[in-house]
């Protein structure tokens, strides 16, 4: 019988030995499934704007981009607005200006819940110079703290104060009545003089 059992716990050590080692297989998985969500594309784009006017060869571009990503990235709604081009990317299209667009791009393609993210795979030496800076300069600067203007303390006025400010509005209001009653003698006086003559009128009476 002691044989046996010892039988038994050696055939039943590999079982538990087996069962420890399932849970590690879980995260190899999820690893692979964070590396399929990016992907790389070249994507040829000399054919798309070949036979399109000058003036709008980088905007088809551009659009043919998107159309390449939502084929390829399986989003069924064909909505442009689910992708979201990067901005290195955008400037890297708009760089030889709106006629001569570059033939192809090499783009690294990502899911970010219902959108699609899309970043220049191969950046120039002056994209990776100013991707740097744009770094450093995030990573130096400290958080802006939202500061709320500091409130003027309003001061009570007594009631002295009060009798000054009310003298000096009857003094502008009375000041005012006065300018506007020389402003109409002015007037009035103006019009009971004669409009005088124009020279030739004067010059034509003395002919006569």
Do not use: C
């Not at 044989?3 to 069962?19: D, G, Q, S, Y």
């Not at 080692?21 to 594309?41: S, V």
């Not at 002295?160 to 003298?167: C, I, L, N, P, S």
């Amino acid at each position: 019988m002691a044989e046996e059992t010892t039988k038994l716990e050696t055939m039943n050590e590999p079982e538990a030995k087996k069962t420890e080692e399932k849970p590690k297989a879980e995260p190899k998985k999820e690893k692979k499934e964070e590396k399929r969500q990016e992907k790389e594309f070249i994507i040829p784009l000399r054919s798309k704007f070949k036979n399109i006017a000058r003036y709008k060869k980088t905007p088809k571009a551009i659009r043919e981009i998107k159309k390449f990503l939502l084929r390829n990235m399986k989003i069924y709604d064909r909505d442009l607005k689910k992708i979201k081009l990067d901005k290195y990317l955008n400037e890297f299209m708009w760089s030889r200006g709106i006629k001569n667009p570059p033939a192809k791009v090499k783009v690294r393609a990502f899911m970010d819940g219902e959108f699609v993210r899309a970043e220049l795979a191969d950046l120039n030496e002056e994209m990776k110079f100013k991707k740097a800076r744009l770094e450093k300069r995030e990573k130096t600067s400290p958080p802006a703290k939202k500061t709320q203007p500091e409130k003027p303390e309003i001061q009570e006025k007594t009631e002295e104060e009060k009798a000054v400010e009310k003298e000096k509005k009857a003094s502008v209001i009375e000041a005012g009545k006065k300018m506007e009653k020389a402003a109409s003698k002015q007037a009035r006086h103006m019009g009971k003089e004669k409009p005088m003559q124009p020279k030739h009128q004067r010059r034509m009476a003395l002919e006569k």
